[in-house]
């Protein structure tokens, strides 16, 4: 009795790493990521108003890596933190 080999997520299935840390989406996530920190610290030490929209921005540069890897949970986890984070603006 043979099994069948579970196939690899296309974004996986490239011969080197080297293709998927050059994608400029990566780039963006970890820009995104730095932002969303220090948004939080801002928030709590600095200004309210400024760290909610730094941790906007991150959100939003971050989307496209979790667009292009079909995250979809985390597409819909950072849409509900914009609006969150909207309301407060507004």
């Given at each position: 009795m043979t099994l069948g080999r579970l196939q690899k997520p296309?974004?996986?299935q490239q011969k080197s790493v080297v293709g998927l840390v050059n994608s400029s989406d990566v780039t963006l996530r970890v820009i995104g990521s730095v932002f969303v920190i220090l948004a939080y610290f801002i928030i709590l030490h600095v200004s309210?108003?400024?760290g909610v929209i730094l941790n906007m921005v991150g959100d939003t540069i971050s989307l496209p890596y979790f667009i292009r890897t079909k995250s979809w949970d985390?597409?819909?986890m950072?849409?509900?933190?914009?609006?969150i984070a909207l309301s407060h603006l507004l």
């Open positions: 296309k974004f996986l309210t108003t400024f985390v597409v819909i950072i849409a509900f933190l914009l609006v």
